[in-house]
């Protein structure tokens, strides 16, 4: 586990860092692609509902300290949330691809549904949902999917354990 925060501050890094110069400029207020966000749903599927909870506040907190706004918190709740039910929801079955990148889909529209509920909220936004879903959730949920494909070997390998490995590289 101390790996993956290791690569979630990487991540980090990287979203704050290096991923605003690859956006276009015309797509940088649409296009928002939360990297360690895609690594929760990594961990709440390998590493159990508590650690993603963990993780997911740890990780929400600084993204909300990183891009500060008008609220400290809604990344924080958001993802912790989402990495609770995540680990939740993957908690009985074997994650393949095809689990995980649905769960990425739905994880990720989630978490721009709460995120703008609770701007809603707090009156810092007019949008309706269906524009905010048009303007800045599918297309954040599409590129976060992308981030999630390619993740898959790297992350399943770094979050395997060494038990799980032998038997996963026996049976093929």
């Not at 949920?141 to 494909?149: C, D, M, P, R, T």
Request: no cysteine.
């Amino acid at each position: 586990m101390n790996r993956t925060v290791l690569v979630g501050i990487l991540l980090l890094i990287a979203e704050n860092g290096i991923v605003p110069w690859l956006v276009p400029s015309e797509w940088s207020g649409r296009l928002a692609p939360h990297l360690p966000f895609v690594l929760l749903i990594y961990v709440a599927s390998f590493a159990g509902r508590h650690r993603a909870f963990l993780f997911g506040l740890g990780f929400g907190l600084l993204s909300d300290i990183l891009n500060y706004g008008s609220l400290i918190g809604p990344y924080a709740f958001g993802m912790g949330l989402i990495g609770y039910a995540g680990g939740l929801l993957m908690e009985r079955t074997t994650p393949t691809l095809a689990k995980l990148i649905g769960l990425s889909a739905a994880a990720s529209a989630a978490f721009g549904t709460v995120l703008y509920w609770i701007y809603r909220l707090f009156r810092l936004t007019s949008w309706s949902y269906g524009f905010a879903f048009y303007w800045f959730i599918a297309p954040t949920l599409l590129l976060e999917v992308l981030i999630a494909l390619a993740m898959f070997v790297p992350v399943r390998r770094l979050l395997l354990k060494p038990s799980a490995k032998a038997a996963e590289e026996s049976a093929t």
